[in-house]
Nanobody
């Protein structure tokens, strides 16, 4: 079992920055690859970024284009998503997820635990 709790969302203006956090408990944190996904109203949940157990990172480059940075602090059992230069289209609920697998990290199907989500709203 893994429990994931996201925090850090909020209402910001376009161009601002936010840092999302996802605190994990349960299964040994270092066993997990971690991912961030987001879902806007009326749209499917989409991949944003992932980080492997070893710290290798993967991004949805079309969506984030170098604006977002994923990182993990194994001592704190926490994964972060630093979001810079936020745009209106970044408005969504953001979810973190955990998987024991080390491949296909951009696919929702490989993740077996999900957080409850944190809302990010970007205004003009």
């Amino acid at each position: 079992q893994v429990q994931l709790v996201e925090s850090g969302g909020g209402l910001v203006q376009a161009g601002d920055s936010l840092r999302l956090s996802c605190a994990a408990s349960g299964r040994t944190f270092t066993s997990n690859a971690m991912g961030w996904f987001r879902q806007a109203p009326g749209k499917e949940r989409e991949f944003v970024a992932a980080i492997s157990r070893s710290g290798s990172t993967l991004y949805n480059t079309d969506a984030v284009k170098g604006r977002f940075i994923i990182s993990r602090d194994n001592a704190k059992n926490t994964v972060y998503l630093q979001m810079n230069s936020l745009k209106l289209e970044d408005t969504a609920a953001y979810y973190c997820a955990a998987t024991l697998l080390g491949r296909r990290l951009s696919s929702r199907d490989v993740y077996d635990y999900w957080g409850q989500g944190t809302q990010v709203t970007v205004s003009s």
